[in-house]
C-alpha cells in the first residue's frame, strides 16, 4: 500500500529539485514527523532537509506573536474586564472565569474567521437587547448592567487584542487574524521560497486568506488528499470543503486541482461489530491483534472515536504485540495523586470551622494517605467509635496516639481561605510523597501535578485577584481537565492507537475504529458560545453542519487506501449514550459497492452474561457444632427468618459471627429510631407493669415526650448532631411517633376498653424436647409489650416501619417458614408460643402495631382457614410448632448445605 504522504512526496520530488528550498506545512506535528520519516527511509543519497511545520507554527511564525497559556489568558482578560466595565458592579474574578472562558472561545472563533468585529458586536448586543424588550419598562439594575457589558463588547475585544500584542502574545485565533494581515509582508519576505501545502480540507478564513495569497505565488502549490468517489458526489459531506474552494477560490479557475485519488473503490473487507457494552469492543479487539502477525501490525491503527477507551484497551492488548505507538496520553485525572489532590481542596474549600466525617475519611482512606500517614486507618475506626459526624482538628488530633504528627496536622489545618496557604501546604505533601516508594508512572504523575502546582503558584504571585481557595481548586481542575501523561514509543513502527484527529494524512492498511456511535462520531449538534446559530450564518461562521462535515471527511480519509476496515459500536444504552450506530456505518451499508465486501457481527459481553455464583456452604462437623450451641443457647425469630431471607446471611451472620462493617451514621438509621422508640416507651410504660392504664399517667407521659427522645439519642446516636438537618427531621419524628401512639392509647380508654399492663421488654422461651440433635432446642426473645386488653391476652411488638395487614395473614402453613413475606407473623407467633407455657388466658391474640399505619390499630396475625381466625389457640399453636420445629431440623440437618438465595 502506498500512503497519501508517500505519493505526494514523489511527486514533489519529481516537480523539484532542490527539496531543502521548499517549505511543507501540514496540518499536525504529527504528520510533520511522518512525512520526514518518509523523507529519510527514501533517501539514497545525503541532503539538506526542507523546512517542515505544522500549520499552527507555520501561522505562528507569520504573526510573530507566541501563544498565549489558557490559564494566563484568563487572568489578562480579567485586567481588561476591570478596566472596561466601569461605573457598575463587577464580577469578581472566580464568577467571571465560569462565564468568561466562553466568550474567550467566541472571540477566538471570530477571528481565525476574520469577522468585523464592531457590526459582529453591535448585531450580538441588539439579540441581547431583544431578548429582554418584554421587561423594557422595568428594567433592574442586573438587567441594565448585563446590556451594558453586551454594549461595552467592543472595547472589551480591542484593549484585549492591545495588550496581549504589546505584549506579543495572543490566543489561537488573533495570532491567525495577525498572520492573515501580516502576509503580504510574509510574502515580500519570502518570495525565494516555495510553499507547499498536504492534506488539508476544513480551513479557517485565516488560513484560506494565507494559502490563496501565497497560491498567488507561482511555485506555491496544494495537495488535498481526496477520493474521486467522494469528489464526484456532489452532495457528500466528505469532500464539502474541497468543492467549495474549487468553486470560490480564483486560483481553481485557471488551475484544475493537482490530484485526486481514486482508492475508496478498490477492494475492502469491512466487518461491522455490534458490541454490547464497551468492553465488548476492547476485548474484540485484543483477540483481532492476537491474530496478526508483527509485519501486519506494523500497518495497523487502531482509532479511538471515544478516547475514554484507551485504559481498558491497553488492559486487553495481546502478549503478540511488541511494539505501540499511543498518540494520546492519559488523563492526569486518573491518578490516584491527582484525585487526592481534589479532594483535599476540596475539603479546605468548603470548610468552616470543623470538617465533616466523609470527606475526611475519604481522604484518610486514601492510598496517597496511607502512604505518608500510616496511622490513618486507626484514625478511622475511632471516628466511627464514637459516632462523629463533624471534626475539627483538635478533634482528629485527639483521637491520634501522636498529638504532634506531622502529616495530619499539614492535612488538616485551616488554610482560611488563603490559596498560598493552600499551594504551600500541597507542594509539602508532595515533598513527603517524593520520599515513598512508587511505580514510575506515579512519580510521573507526581512530577505533572507538582508543575501545576508551580504554574499556580506563579499566577498567584503574578496576579493580585487570585487570593480564594475557590479561585485555586478551580484553576487546578480546569488544568488537570487538559493535562495527560503521554506515552513513549515507536511513532513510525509497530501498532498505533490514535485519536481520530491524530490520523489527519496518514494512511493504514489494516484499520479498527472503536465507538463508532451517533454522538460519539459524529459527535451530534453541541455547542458553548453565546453566538446564536442564526448569527453564526450570518457571518459564515462554522455551524454543526460544518462540524459535521469535518468528521465526515476525517472518517471516510481514513478509509481511502485501507484494505481490512472494522468498525465497532456499542448497542447498549446507558444514560447519555444510545446504544445507536453512527450515521457512517448506515451510509456504508447503503452505498452497496460491489467491491466492498461487508460482513455484519454480534458480539456478547461475555464478562457480564453470567450472573454472580450463587454460593453454597457444606455443613461440616465444626458447622454442626456452632448450630448446636446457637440452639442450646436460643434460637431468636430474627436470626430464623434471618435464614427464611438467605440461608448464606445466617451462615455469615449467626455462625461465623460475621457483621456488617460499622460506620458513622450521618443520617439517622431505621434500626437506630426504632431503638429510640422502643426504648423511650420502655421507660413510659415499664413502672406501669401489673396496673391499669389511666388517662392521668398518659396525659403525664406527654409532657416527658421531648426530654425523653432526647436522651434516647443522646444514649443510641451518641455524638451525632441531630439538631439541624435531616436528623432534626428524624428527631421530630421520634417526638411524634411517641406522641401519636399515647393518644392512640388515651382514644381507646375513652371509648370505654380496659388495659392493664401486664409485661414490658419481656425476655422470654420455648423449649423443644430432645431430637435429632440429641440437646434442646430453645426459641428465645424479648417481646415489646404484653397487656390485658378486655379480658384478652395482647402480644405486641412495636414497629416503626410500614406493617400492612397482609403480612400478618397466612393461609398455608408450609408458607410460613419458606416465604419472607410472613416473617412479622412468625415472629409474633414465636412470642406467642413462649407465652403460651405460663399463660392462662383463654383468648390470645398476637400482631404488631406499626408507628406508620396507627391509624390501623392493632394488626392481629390472623389465620385464614375455613373460617378467619385472631384468636391464637391450641391448635394454630401446634401447627406453628410442628412448621417451627421443620425449619430448625433443616437448619440443623448436615446433609442440606446453606444454599444462597438471590434477594
Avoid at 468543492?243 to 478498490?266: A, G
Avoid at 496511607?370 to 471516628?383: D, G, N, T, V
Avoid at 439541624?724 to 417526638?735: R, T
Avoid at 391450641?874 to 434477594?903: A, G, M
Amino acid at each position: 500500500m502506498i500512503t497519501f504522504l508517500e505519493e505526494t512526496l514523489a511527486k514533489i520530488k519529481e516537480e523539484t529539485s532542490a527539496l531543502s528550498e521548499l517549505v511543507i506545512i501540514l496540518p499536525s506535528k504529527r504528520a510533520c514527523g511522518f512525512l520526514l520519516n518518509h523523507l529519510k527511509s527514501s533517501a539514497d543519497k545525503t541532503f539538506f532537509s526542507p523546512k517542515i511545520s505544522s500549520i499552527e507554527e507555520f501561522i505562528q511564525e507569520i504573526s510573530n506573536l507566541m501563544i498565549i497559556d489558557p490559564t494566563e489568558l484568563l487572568f489578562e482578560s480579567y485586567k481588561v474586564y476591570l478596566k472596561v466595565i466601569s461605573n457598575q458592579e463587577k464580577d469578581s474574578f472566580e464568577v467571571y472565569s465560569s462565564w468568561a472562558t466562553t466568550l474567550l472561545n467566541d472571540f477566538n472563533e471570530i477571528d481565525r474567521h476574520l469577522i468585523s468585529t464592531n457590526s459582529f458586536f453591535n448585531y450580538l448586543s441588539t439579540i441581547r437587547n431583544i431578548n429582554h424588550w418584554g421587561v423594557q419598562n422595568e428594567q433592574t439594575q442586573l438587567v441594565k448592567n448585563y446590556l451594558k457589558f453586551w454594549n461595552s463588547l467592543p472595547s472589551f475585544y480591542d484593549l484585549l487584542r492591545k495588550e496581549l500584542i504589546d505584549k506579543n502574545q495572543g490566543y489561537q485565533g488573533l495570532i491567525y487574524r495577525e498572520a492573515a494581515e501580516n502576509i503580504e509582508y510574509y510574502k515580500s519576505n519570502s518570495s525565494n521560497k516555495t510553499h507547499i501545502f498536504i492534506g488539508f480540507n476544513a480551513l479557517n478564513t485565516s488560513e484560506q486568506t494565507i494559502i490563496q495569497e501565497l497560491l498567488e505565488v507561482d511555485q506555491t502549490r496544494i495537495y488535498w488528499d481526496i477520493d474521486q468517489f467522494f469528489y464526484n458526489d456532489k452532495i457528500h459531506n466528505s469532500s464539502y470543503f474541497i468543492r467549495k474552494y474549487m468553486s470560490t477560490w480564483s486560483f481553481f479557475k485557471s488551475n484544475p486541482i493537482v490530484y485526486i485519488s481514486d482508492n475508496y473503490s478498490s477492494h475492502k473487507n469491512i466487518d461491522i461489530i455490534e458490541a454490547q457494552k464497551n468492553i465488548s469492543q476492547v476485548k474484540y479487539i485484543g483477540d483481532l491483534l492476537s491474530k496478526l502477525n508483527i509485519s501486519e501490525l506494523n500497518q495497523t491503527a487502531v482509532v479511538l472515536a471515544d478516547e475514554n477507551l484507551l485504559i481498558p484497551l491497553l488492559h486487553s492488548i495481546p502478549k503478540n504485540v511488541e511494539k505501540i505507538n499511543i498518540t494520546m496520553g492519559i488523563s492526569l485525572k486518573q491518578f490516584p495523586i491527582t484525585d487526592f489532590f481534589i479532594l483535599l481542596i476540596t475539603l479546605h474549600n468548603s470548610a468552616k470551622e470543623q470538617y465533616h466525617f466523609k470527606d475526611v475519611v475519604t481522604i484518610l482512606n486514601h492510598p496517597i494517605t496511607s502512604k505518608i500517614y500510616p496511622e490513618s486507618s486507626c484514625i478511622i475506626e475511632r471516628i466511627t467509635a464514637n459516632n462523629l459526624t463533624y471534626l475539627s482538628i483538635d478533634k482528629l488530633l485527639a483521637l491520634s496516639r501522636d498529638k504532634e504528627h506531622p502529616p495530619l496536622r499539614l492535612l488538616f489545618s485551616g488554610w482560611n481561605n488563603n490559596s498560598a496557604r493552600g499551594l504551600s501546604v500541597c507542594l509539602e505533601i508532595i515533598d513527603f510523597f517524593k520520599n515513598t516508594n512508587s511505580l514510575s508512572i506515579e512519580r510521573a504523575a507526581l512530577y505533572q501535578v507538582f508543575n501545576i502546582f508551580k504554574k499556580i503558584e506563579a499566577l498567584n504571585n503574578k496576579f493580585e485577584h487570585f487570593t480564594s481557595v475557590k479561585m485555586f481548586q478551580q484553576l487546578f481542575s480546569e488544568i488537570i481537565n487538559t493535562t495527560t501523561i503521554d506515552y513513549q514509543g515507536d511513532a513510525y513502527n509497530g501498532l498505533q492507537i490514535m485519536g481520530v484527529l491524530e490520523t489527519r494524512v496518514l494512511d493504514f492498511k489494516n484499520i479498527i475504529v472503536a465507538s463508532l456511535n451517533e454522538g460519539v462520531l459524529p459527535s451530534g449538534k453541541s455547542s458553548n458560545s453565546y453566538i446564536t446559530n442564526d448569527l453564526k450564518k450570518e457571518y459564515h461562521l462554522p455551524t454543526y453542519t460544518e462540524k459535521d462535515a469535518i468528521y465526515t471527511y476525517h472518517f471516510y480519509r481514513l478509509l481511502h487506501r485501507a484494505k481490512n476496515i472494522t468498525l465497532l459500536y456499542n448497542n447498549f444504552s446507558d444514560g447519555l449514550s444510545t446504544g445507536e450506530k453512527s450515521r457512517f456505518i448506515s451510509q456504508i451499508e447503503y452505498e452497496e459497492n460491489p467491491r466492498h465486501r461487508i460482513r455484519k457481527r454480534i458480539i456478547s459481553a461475555a464478562i457480564n452474561d453470567h450472573k454472580a455464583e450463587l454460593r453454597s456452604v457444606e455443613k461440616t462437623d465444626d458447622i454442626i457444632q456452632k448450630i448446636k450451641q446457637i440452639a442450646k443457647e436460643g434460637f431468636s425469630p430474627s436470626s430464623l427468618t434471618s435464614y427464611i431471607r438467605n440461608p448464606i446471611d445466617f451462615y455469615l451472620q449467626r455462625v461465623l459471627k460475621i457483621n456488617q462493617n460499622k460506620t458513622v451514621e450521618e443520617t439517622v438509621a431505621a434500626n437506630t429510631l426504632g431503638t429510640i422508640v422502643h426504648d423511650t416507651l420502655e421507660i413510659f410504660y415499664k413502672p406501669l407493669e401489673g396496673k391499669k392504664l389511666k388517662l392521668d399517667a398518659l396525659e403525664a407521659m406527654k409532657i416527658k415526650i421531648a426530654f425523653e427522645i432526647e436522651k434516647q439519642f443522646k444514649k443510641t446516636y451518641r455524638d451525632g448532631i441531630y439538631d439541624k438537618g435531616k436528623n432534626l427531621i428524624v428527631f421530630e419524628v421520634a417526638k411524634q411517633f411517641i406522641l401519636n401512639f399515647i393518644n392512640y392509647e388515651i382514644n381507646d380508654i375513652k371509648k370505654g376498653n380496659e388495659i392493664r399492663i401486664l409485661k414490658i421488654e419481656s425476655k422470654l422461651a420455648f423449649d423443644f424436647p430432645p431430637n435429632e440433635l440429641d440437646s434442646v432446642i430453645r426459641v428465645k426473645g424479648k417481646v415489646d409489650r404484653m397487656d390485658e386488653y378486655n379480658g384478652t391476652l395482647r402480644i405486641i411488638d412495636y414497629k416503626t416501619g410500614v406493617v400492612e395487614p397482609g403480612d400478618l395473614e397466612i393461609s398455608d402453613w408450609d408458607t410460613l417458614t419458606s416465604d419472607y413475606k410472613y416473617s412479622k407473623a412468625l415472629q409474633v407467633l414465636a412470642y406467642a408460643l413462649m407465652t403460651n407455657q405460663t399463660s392462662n388466658y383463654e383468648n390470645i391474640e398476637a400482631g404488631i402495631i406499626s408507628f406508620k399505619r396507627l391509624k390501623k390499630g392493632f394488626i392481629k396475625f390472623t389465620y385464614k382457614g375455613a373460617h378467619k381466625q385472631t384468636n391464637i389457640s391450641q391448635d394454630v399453636l401446634d401447627k406453628y410448632t410442628l412448621e417451627l420445629r421443620k425449619l430448625i431440623l433443616e437448619i440443623s440437618n448436615k446433609v442440606i448445605p446453606f444454599n444462597e438465595k438471590e434477594v
